[in-house]
């Protein structure tokens, strides 16, 4: 089974292990549970819609909640909420749940929680619900060309 995030990765040569788990809820909390994975690196991609009327990803330890504010602010803006649905689907291709940062229909920039910048190993979604990427958040930065910047309450 194979998704345009883990084409991309396969395409760029980055080093990946495909984790599959039964999906029966959203969220990084079920996802980390369901394959025995610590929370604090189970990585949930965030679609926000900011003030201006540009979007970006924020990329988030799944144990800490995004600060709505300092995300608005490492944008550039003042303001910012979590994208509908809808939105998020359109701008990534992919159904919430199982968004990627790779292979987005649209590139969107990124942000990153800086306390994901030194994990070694973490989980991330590979663009379907029910299947996680195994991987190293420093390549996830770098090929996201994600900002390092404090983004949690």
Known sequence: MSTRGIEYLKEKRTPHTVVKYRHQEKGAEFAAQAVGFPLSRTVKTLVVALDNGLF??????????????????????????????????????????????????????????????????????????????KMNAGDIARLTGAKLVDLAL
């Not at 995300?71 to 359109?90: I, N, Y």
């Not at 590139?107 to 379907?128: H, T, W, Y």
């Open 56 to 133: 970006a990803l924020a990329l988030m330890p799944g144990d800490r909640q995004l600060s709505m504010k300092k995300m608005a602010a490492a944008c550039g803006g003042k303001k910012a909420a979590l994208a509908d649905s809808a939105a998020a689907q359109r701008l990534t291709g992919y159904l919430v749940g199982g968004i990627s940062p790779f292979g987005t229909k649209k590139k969107l920039p990124a942000l990153m929680d800086k306390s994901l910048q030194f994990c070694e190993e973490v989980l991330i979604n590979a663009g379907r619900r029910g299947i996680m990427l």
